[in-house]
């Protein structure tokens, strides 16, 4: 009974709460930069999750995919995040249609409702209930943050906080995909958040600003 | 190895392209890529007629549906790099908007929708069809406009979402594939699935699931009405080009990977609820889009709008099954592939000699652009389905398999959607042809290019309508019997 | 239409169908364009589609039985048919011909259609396109249903007398010519479609000889009206060829101009009329002789409603002669109204020769009806089976040609008187000259009969008499009298104003705003969960 | 035999016709406290305008001159329809009353074309009017007929009468006598009498079938007139031949046709009589009361038609 068994037990169990702490704190950020430094956070979870199951399960290449989501996503994304945001020099509010009491209230909503709807499925696929109900729940706040952010940052954001409640999806159901789909996923990710970033940049340069929710010429 | 063949020449095309900056070196190189492109992907359905399945490596397999979609995208991809060549002739050298980058981006779109087709991993198909989002992204925000950038940015935001939820249908499928105790290697190959599933009894409850994300998510892609938003606005803003390269083989590539899911659960106890949810797509995509067709101003718009309303109608006839339904929908697939390519190329010289896509800008077009007015009637009475073309075939067999399945109300209602459909077409278009010609087109006469391409468009939809040549009804029994 | 004729499975049938409609829609659209012509296009191409759609309906209701679409397997299913279904394609098969075919009130199409297409081309419209119709619905109704309950047969002839005399009475009041062809047609539509109702009824009360009689009548009279009323519109041709208008007000005096035309124009309205030695009258004496023949029915119904159907014939016959005496009393008799109509030209030799193919043919089936009636009768026993051929048939064979030596014997003799002729001017009450502007118009003509069916015309009128001041002696009075036809706003305005509605509530949920669109697939993602949840 | 006695009725008809109009005319007038002119008088006016010459007005096309042909050999072939003294006549064995109706319709037709043909106002006018009358009389005219069609289940007019007559006298349906009265209204209506039509003015404001002959002289005017005289009588002749045949001669002895012959006349003296008295007795209708007075003959016939069902049962 190493130190490191321990380790990986009290991270698996508890990682989910973590998990939850970054999804609260996420939807009341106020600030862009700060958002992104709790996505890298939360990726940081993910990542540690990753290895410890990597480790109790004994899957060599699960240390290949974790050090591949530590690197992008809690490197490599984030740092092009903060370029993104000072190269754009835009205001570095989030631009919220919801105050942030509204979100956190519909967060924790959010976040029972997964506990409900993993519940049925939490037997049959035999899974610790928890981590899927946090995987739901990440999918969920993505979708909120994208609905509810008029920024286009922000809702590139959400859109890699629901990737992330995929992944881990994937990972708490099945401990991952075959290491070839991973790297292809994670490829798509990165090829789409560069384009992302090309559209940022175009849209700043006809638009002169990042609101998204002021597209609106195309209707009907 | 042969199927490596096409995807080769995409990719090393669109790179190969990229070295020349001369507007019409790029354009020859185009050609001869597309040439090249083509053939492979002629051998490769050869292959297959002649040898059945082929299989290369773990990842690419090609059958008869593969095949299928292949002529498609070859044969559109073809008409598609001819009318560029002409098309973008006025067009000069601008940071990722010249024809090398046009080009270049187009190959890059083709790989990834070929390899849509020949990916035999499901989790490959979900990739690719990630790419084709991310190919074509820039393809639509080509022109750098207001409306192309915002179009494009829609187009990027929600597709990427859907896809996203298809992603998770996947792990869903594969999920339970493991927990049905398949080699985690080979759970995702959909081969080893549609052998596996009727076997080894997978959870119907996961089956679901994963089938629910499956139809949201391949169905943004597809423009099922309600995740139909992005496709009016890609398609109207992008080059005509590109517009007739989306909703002709990008939509029915996205169609492929959801009948290729079908087909693996079509044998379990989940393909009723399967089959009612295409039928539930599809009639409220026809519906709704049939009703916005009357009230577009748009006419690339209006086109997106009809591109909804047959992907509703493909939907139908799959979700009907049965051998009339299976062949109308899959039928239906190239008919309108080819009759909506016409009509974009049409839309598209309208575009460039009236400068404008409103229709209450343009009238008496019959007198001053008489050819392409041609086009455009063919197309559209192609289009709404009106004999003697041949999409009039095909909805003939999906509602003849409606009314034999003794689906009254489903039955009922495509034809007065139908009605509105040519209802809305009839108005628009006789106001567009008709009437006292307002603005000089900037030259009536069409090239060789374009009507050639047009042409072709015609005589085919003329010829499948009067009788399907015997070689494509084998590819169309192959196609099937992958789905029985 | 040789396409639909001639087709043996359903397949070819559509195929032809919907071709006849695109064809004459491109035909008609050939002639120029104006936005009401637009318009007009526009609604006819709908109503067509939308018959399609029913026939297309009628036809695939066949096939859960009938396991293809071939006419033979169809007809042997359709006896093992549960009744619902039967009525149901019936009904169809009557709504989808029906707007083919013009009968009130699907008919919005016909009078706008057919003022608006070449002559040439509406002569086919009228004369062959709705027979297509007819053919089709005969198909549907004996051929393959093989009559119906005797509802059916009441519902067809309603809509017949409907058709027939809503059709003649705005055909009265119409001064277009044209329009008002196309409102005979619908007229005669209306009575083949009496005949029709009436065999209908008779088969349903086992009547086969009697329901052979009336499908005779209707039949012949399909072929009649495809005879004289491509006459007519050819006629209408050579007129606006001649005077660059089909207005009734602008013509006149055109006999004397255009004798050949006028003679052949003149043979058509009097077998139009259905008047003796005319073509149009065999087949209206033998759809009378089937009405009187209801009453050898048991049913008391039956025996009621057939012999009253007399009358209404009867008014319409009466109703189309003042028609025709004004068509062809304005148009071709009496002073010109018009310059053009002063330096009228006789048609061409082309026409000349058709149009008096087509009058020769009135004439020897009104005058020699045995030659057809003898085909006809073979026809519907085919048809109808189990009919003998009735024996008014052969009477009607029989009697004409005797009336007729009679009548041109006496006739002859009359002519023969010899009597010295002098021109002098019509007495003008002590005018100097009695003008065209003296003699009655159109207008005036059919205004006794406009007045006294006004309830049918719901006109809105309106005297305007310049200077206002002096109303007694007015410098110019203008007289307008606008018809409104109150049903198409009831039965179409609302259907098609839903729609319109539907589609720009649509149109309004796409909103721009991409979040909204993420929030529509979440939404749809959501509550397809929550299905799952409840339902498995 | 047979077909010459067939003639001979239509003879009678048509010869008769001017002396009947002569008698309504004599007999008006003596009502009138007039001594009216000899009721021979028709014949002389006939006679006169046959000599006289025809003028035609240079407007006027062949039709002009061809009209009066046509009705006048229509009309007498209407004479040949109807049988006087022996239930037969030369075409009513298989000639029905279908055929007998359109061929007045012909005649009209043709008459209203030549009025037309004049190129005045008061043609256009009569044309017009006879229009709108002979339209509304033409069903009323039919229904009635065919509803004693129906009771006799013969269509042809012979037969209606054969059947007629071996009906008692007395027991008359009620079909009968509204049939009758729809058809001695439309009788009235379609030979332009009081007080649907007056004869004998020539006012703008009331006048039909005078305002369609206006234009008309000589020789066609005398068949004009002669044409419309044989219709007055025929219809007479029609009216007693279906309501009121009994005394008509069964075989065919020489003294049998001429007793039928004199009761013949005797009926059609009270008829003319009837006639005469109602329109001395009544002032004409206005032209738009017209269409009401047909309605009620319409609906008398269509009542006479039910009426068969019902009697029946």
């Keep these: 009974m190493g130190l490191v068994e321990i380790a990986t037990g009290k991270v698996l169990s508890s990682f989910s709460v973590f998990l939850f702490l970054t999804i609260l704190l996420l939807v009341v950020a106020r600030r862009i930069s700060t958002a992104i430094l709790l996505f890298s956070a939360q990726s940081a979870i993910i990542t540690a999750e990753v290895l410890a199951t990597g480790f109790r399960e004994r899957l060599a290449e699960a240390y290949v995919v974790g050090a591949l989501v530590f690197l992008i996503k809690v490197v490599l994304i984030p740092r092009a995040f903060f370029r993104l945001v000072d190269r754009l020099k835009t205001p570095r509010d989030v631009k919220a249609s919801t105050t942030p009491t509204q979100s956190v209230f519909i967060a924790a909503a959010m976040i029972y409702l997964s506990y409900a709807a993993v519940h049925s499925y939490g037997q049959s696929v035999r899974v610790p209930e928890d981590a899927l109900a946090a995987a739901v729940a990440l999918i969920l706040t993505g979708a909120f943050l994208m609905v509810s952010r008029n920024k286009a940052l922000m809702q590139m954001l959400g859109l890699l906080v629901l990737e992330n409640g995929i992944y881990l999806a994937a990972l708490t159901t099945t401990y991952g995909m075959p290491l070839v789909i991973e790297i292809g996923i994670f490829f798509d990710i990165l090829i789409g958040l560069l384009l992302m970033g090309i559209f940022t940049f175009r849209i700043r340069d006809t638009f002169d600003h990042l609101d998204v929710s002021k597209l609106r010429r195309l209707r009907g | 190895m042969i199927l490596l063949l096409p995807l080769a020449v995409t990719i090393l095309g669109a790179g190969f392209v990229l070295c020349f900056r001369n507007p019409r070196i790029a354009t020859r190189v185009a050609l001869t890529v597309g040439g090249l492109e083509v053939a492979s992907l002629g051998a490769v359905v050869w292959r297959v007629h002649a040898h059945g399945a082929l299989q290369a490596g773990r990842y690419l397999r090609a059958d008869g549906l593969s095949s299928l979609f292949l002529i498609n995208i ?86 990427t979402v859907g896809i996203a939820f298809a992603l ?16 985690p290697a080979a759970a995702l190959d959909w081969a080893a699935l549609m052998n596996a599933v009727p076997q080894m009894g997978f959870d119907p409850n996961l089956v679901k699931l994963a089938f629910v994300f499956i139809i949201v998510g391949y169905g943004t892609k597809i423009g099922f009405v309600p995740m139909h938003s992005w496709l009016p606005d890609a398609h109207a803003e992008a080059p005509t080009p590109i517009s007739a390269l989306l909703s002709a083989v990008l939509l029915n590539c996205a169609m492929y990977a959801l009948i290729r899911y079908d087909a693996i659960i079509s044998h379990t106890t989940t393909s009723a609820f399967a089959h009612t949810l295409l039928l539930v797509f599809g009639l409220l995509s026809m519906i709704v889009a049939g009703l916005l067709i009357l009230v577009q101003r748009n006419l690339k718009r209006l086109m997106a709008y009809s591109s909804v309303e047959h992907m509703g109608i493909i939907a139908i006839g799959l979700g009907l099954g049965g051998p009339l339904g299976l062949f109308g929908a899959l039928l239906h697939i190239f008919n309108h592939s080819v009759a909506k ?75 007065v959607v139908l009605s509105v459909v040519f209802g809305g077409f009839a108005y628009h278009f006789i106001r567009l042809l008709c009437g006292e010609p307002n603005g000089v087109p900037a030259n009536s006469k069409l090239i060789p290019s374009e009507y050639t391409v047009m042409g072709i468009a015609s005589v085919t939809l003329l010829c499948f309508g009067a009788h399907i040549p015997h070689m494509f009804t084998i590819i169309l029994q192959e196609a099937m019997a992958v789905l029985r | 239409m040789i396409v639909v004729v001639t087709a043996s499975t359903g397949f070819a049938f559509l195929v032809g169908w919907e071709l006849m409609t695109l064809v004459s829609a491109g035909l008609i659209l050939m002639e120029g364009d104006s936005t009401e012509r637009r318009h007009n296009v526009f609604i006819y191409l709908m109503m067509m589609h939308a018959g399609a759609a029913a026939v297309v309906a009628s036809f695939f209701l066949f096939l859960p039985y009938s396991h293809s679409l071939d006419f033979a397997s169809i007809r042997t299913a359709s006896a093992s048919m549960p009744a619902g279904i039967r009525t149901l394609i019936f009904l169809l098969a009557f709504v989808g011909f029906g707007t083919k075919a013009g009968i009130i009130p699907l008919h919005l199409w016909l009078p706008r259609a057919h003022p608006i297409a070449p002559s040439p081309v509406s002569a086919l419209m009228s004369g062959v396109m709705l027979k297509t119709a007819v053919y089709g619905f005969v198909r549907f109704a004996f051929d393959f249903l093989g009559g119906g309950p005797s509802w059916s047969g009441y519902v067809v002839l309603l809509a017949g007398a409907v058709s027939g005399l809503l059709g003649v009475l705005y055909a009265i009041a119409e001064h277009d010519l044209k329009r008002l062809l196309a409102y005979h047609s619908v007229e005669n539509i209306g009575i083949i479609y009496l005949g029709l109702g009436t065999s209908l009824v008779f088969l349903a009360h086992q009547a086969p000889v009697l329901a052979a009689l009336a499908l005779i009548a209707a039949l012949l009279h399909t072929f009649n009206h495809a005879l004289f009323k491509s006459l007519l519109f050819l006629g209408a041709g050579a007129i606006s060829n001649a005077t660059h208008t089909v207005d009734l007000e602008e013509l006149g005096g055109l006999q004397r101009r255009m004798p050949v035309t006028g003679a052949t124009f003149l043979i058509a309205c009097c077998s139009i009329v259905g008047l003796p030695l005319f073509n149009g009258f065999i087949s209206e004496w033998l759809t009378f002789r089937s009405f009187l023949a209801g009453s050898l029915l048991t049913n008391t119904k039956a025996q009621i409603v057939l012999p009253l159907m007399v009358g209404v014939l009867a008014l319409i016959g009466g109703l189309a002669a003042a028609c025709f005496v004004k068509v062809f009393g304005v148009a071709f008799l009496g002073r010109p109204h018009s310059k053009e109509a002063e330096h009228a030209e006789e048609a ?189 | 035999m047979i077909t010459a006695i067939n003639f001979f009725q239509a003879l009678i008809i048509i010869l008769g016709a001017p002396l009947v109009r002569g008698i309504i005319a004599q007999f008006k007038a003596r009502l009138q406290r007039r001594q009216g002119a000899s009721i021979w008088r028709p014949y002389a006016d006939l006679a006169k305008l046959f000599r006289k010459e025809d003028i035609v007005p240079p407007t006027a096309s062949w039709v002009f001159r061809f009209a009066p042909i046509v009705l006048f050999g229509a009309t007498v072939s209407v004479a040949a329809f109807v049988p006087v003294v022996q239930p037969s006549a030369l075409l009513a064995s298989r000639g029905d009353f279908f055929l007998l109706v359109y061929l007045l319709a012909l005649g009209r037709f043709f008459l209203s074309l030549g009025a037309l043909d004049g190129g005045s106002a008061f043609g256009g006018m009569g044309a017009s009017r006879e229009a709108l009358v002979s339209s509304l009389a033409e069903a009323p005219f039919l229904l009635g007929l065919a509803a004693v069609a129906i009771l006799a289940a013969h269509a042809d007019i012979a037969g209606i009468v054969v059947w007629t007559l071996r009906q008692n006298v007395f027991n008359i349906s009620g079909v009968h006598i509204l049939a009758f009265i729809s058809l001695a209204m439309v009788t009235v209506a379609e030979t332009g009498r009081m007080p649907v039509d007056n004869p004998t003015t020539h006012l703008e404001l009331t006048m039909i079938h005078e305002g369609m002959v206006l234009e008309y002289s000589g020789p066609s005017l ?92």
């Excluded at chain 2, 998770?168 to 080699?183: H, P, R």
């Excluded at chain 3, 706003?489 to 705003?513: C, E």
């Excluded at chain 3, 529509?520 to 799952?532: A, K, Q």
Aim: glycine share 8%; net charge positive; aromatic share 12%.
């Design chain 2, 74 to 159: 070859a044969f559109i991809s073809a008409l598609v790099l001819v009318y560029a060549s002409g098309y973008l002739r006025h067009m000069g050298e601008g940071r990722f908007s010249s024809p090398r980058w046009f080009y270049a981006l187009v190959f890059l779109f083709l790989f990834t929708m070929i390899s849509v087709c020949l990916s035999a991993n499901l989790g490959l198909l979900w990739i690719m069809m990630e790419g084709t989002t991310l190919a074509s992204a820039l393809l639509v925000g080509f022109y750098n406009t207001e409306g192309a950038v915002e179009a494009g940015w829609k187009y990027l935001m929600v597709c």
């Design chain 2, 168 to 183: 998770f249908g996947t792990i869903v499928l594969y999920l339970a594939a493991v927990k049905a105790g398949m080699n």
């Design chain 2, 341 to 415: 390519s016409l009509l974009f190329f049409s839309a598209g010289n309208i575009r460039q000699n009236f400068g404008t896509l409103r229709m209450d800008g343009v009238t008496g077009m019959a007198r001053t652009l008489p050819q392409t007015s041609t086009a455009l009637v063919v197309g559209s009475l192609a289009i709404v389905g009106l004999p003697p073309f041949s999409l009039f075939v095909s909805e003939f067999a999906i509602l003849s398999e409606a009314f034999s399945q003794a689906h009254y109300v489903l039955a009922v209602l495509f034809l």
């Design chain 3, 348 to 536: 061409p030799l082309a026409m000349r020769a058709g149009m008096g193919l087509l009058a020769a043919a009135c004439l020897w089936i009104g005058i020699l009806p045995g030659f057809f009636l003898r085909p006809l009768a073979s026809l519907a026993q085919v048809l109808v089976p189990g009919a003998g051929v009735p024996e008014e048939t052969l009477s009607i064979a029989r009697i004409i040609p005797w009336v007729a030596v009679f009548v041109l014997g006496v006739g002859g003799a009359a002519a023969l008187l010899k009597h010295r002729r002098k021109m002098v001017r019509t007495w003008a009450c002590g005018l100097p000259e009695l003008s065209s502007r003296m003699q009655y118009t159109s207008t005036a003509f059919s205004k006794p009969i406009r007045f006294v069916f006004s309830t049918v015309y719901k006109p809105d009128r309106k005297v305007e008499s310049l200077p206002a001041d002096q109303p007694y002696f007015p410098a110019t009075i203008s007289y307008r009298s606008v018809r409104t036809t109150s049903y198409e706003k009831a039965l179409y305005r609302p259907f098609v104003d839903l729609i319109l509605s539907a589609a720009h509530q649509l149109r309004r949920m796409q909103t721009g705003n991409i979040q909204v669109y993420l929030l529509y697939i979440f939404l749809t993602l959501v509550s397809l969960l929550m299905f799952l949840r409840f339902q498995g």
């Design chain 4, 222 to 313: 005398a068949l004009i007139e002669w044409a419309s005289a044989v219709k007055l009588h025929a219809m007479l002749a029609l009216l007693i031949a279906l309501f009121d045949p009994w005394g008509m001669a069964s075989s065919l002895s020489g003294l049998g046709i001429g007793a039928a012959l004199l009761l013949y006349c005797a009926k059609a003296a009270l008829f003319v009589i009837v006639l005469a008295v109602i329109e001395s007795g009544m002032a004409k209708l206005r032209m738009y009361l017209v269409p009401d007075f047909l309605g009620v003959a319409s609906a008398l016939s269509a009542l006479a038609v039910i009426f068969t069902v019902l009697a029946k049962r």
